[in-house]
C-alpha cells in the first residue's frame, strides 16, 4: 500500500514560470514532510521540509503548502530556472509509525526550458 | 549535516558475481539505511543496518540475496550476491530520519548487471 502518491510523474515549465508538484498521504500519524531534490548522478538532498503546525513554508523561492484536513501537501517553485531542472521527492514520516523511516512519493521530473 | 561517501559510484557486472559496496558517514550514527532506486523510480527501502545487531530487512529483500555488514558507527557494507540483470540500479546509503530529522544520502552506486 503506497502511502504517499506524488504527481505529476513528469513536468516541463518555461523559465520564469511556477513549478507546482503534490502529494497526498493517507497517514495520519505523519508528522514531517520533506521535500528532496535529486540531480542526475548525485542522491537526493533536502530541499525544504514541513511540520504539520504551519500551513506554509517559503525559503526563498520554494514554498511549501501543507493542507492537514485534505492530507495533502506542495511544492511550488516560483520563479523556475534551468538549474531547478532535476527529480524532486516528497516524503512522509511520523515518530511513531514505521520506527520513523521514510516513506517516499514516486517522484516528479522537473524539466525548466529556458 | 552528515557527509556520506560510497564506493564504488559505478560497476558493470557479469551475472552470477557478487558486489560489495562500501557507505563510510563523516559522524557516528546509529542507523543506516540501504535503499535502491530503480531507473526513473523512487527510492525503496532495501533494510536498516544497526551497529552491533542483525539488520532488519523490508519486505522482498532477503539477507541472502542482500547480506549487510556493520562493524562500527560509522561504516556499512551492502553485498549484492548472485547478480541478475534485474538487479541493475542505483544503491543508496542514507543516514539520519529520526526524530523527524532530514534524511543524507550517498550519491550512490550504479549497478549494471550484463
Known amino acids: 500500500q503506497q502511502q504517499v502518491k506524488q504527481s505529476p510523474q513528469s513536468l516541463i515549465v518555461q523559465k520564469g514560470g511556477i513549478s507546482i508538484i503534490n502529494c497526498a498521504y493517507e497517514?495520519?500519524?505523519?508528522?514531517?514532510f520533506p521535500w528532496y531534490q535529486q540531480f542526475p548522478g548525485k542522491g537526493p538532498a533536502l530541499l525544504i521540509a514541513?511540520?504539520?503546525?504551519?500551513s506554509e513554508k517559503k525559503e526563498g523561492r520554494f514554498t511549501i503548502s501543507f493542507n492537514k484536513s485534505a492530507k495533502q501537501f506542495s511544492l511550488h517553485i516560483m520563479d523556475s530556472q534551468p538549474g531547478d531542472s532535476a527529480t524532486y521527492f516528497c516524503?512522509?514520516?511520523?515518530?511513531?509509525?514505521?520506527?520513523?523511516?521514510?516513506?517516499f512519493g514516486d517522484g516528479t521530473t522537473l524539466t525548466v526550458k529556458p | 549535516s552528515a557527509v556520506i561517501s560510497q564506493k564504488p559510484s559505478r560497476d558493470i557486472c557479469q551475472r552470477g558475481t557478487s558486489l560489495t559496496i562500501q557507505c563510510q558517514v563523516d559522524?557516528?550514527?546509529?542507523?543506516m539505511f540501504w535503499y535502491r532506486q530503480q531507473p526513473g523510480q523512487s527510492l525503496t527501502l532495501i533494510a536498516t543496518?544497526?551497529?552491533?545487531?542483525?539488520?532488519?530487512?523490508e519486505s522482498g529483500f532477503v539477507i541472502d540475496k542482500f547480506p549487510i555488514s556493520r562493524p562500527n558507527l560509522t561504516f556499512s557494507t551492502l553485498t549484492v550476491s548472485n547478480m541478475s540483470p534485474e538487479d541493475s540500479s542505483i544503491y543508496l546509503c542514507?543516514?539520519?530520519?529520526?526524530?523527524?530529522?532530514?534524511?543524507?544520502f550517498g550519491d550512490g552506486t550504479r549497478l549494471s548487471i550484463l
Open positions: 542514507s543516514v539520519g530520519g529520526a526524530g523527524n530529522q532530514p534524511q543524507h
Open positions: 497517514n495520519t500519524a505523519f508528522d514531517y
Open positions: 514541513i511540520r504539520p503546525d504551519v
Open positions: 516524503a512522509a514520516s511520523g515518530q511513531r509509525t514505521n520506527a520513523g523511516k521514510s516513506t
Open positions: 559522524s557516528q550514527v546509529t542507523m
Open positions: 543496518a544497526n551497529q552491533g545487531s542483525e539488520a532488519t530487512y
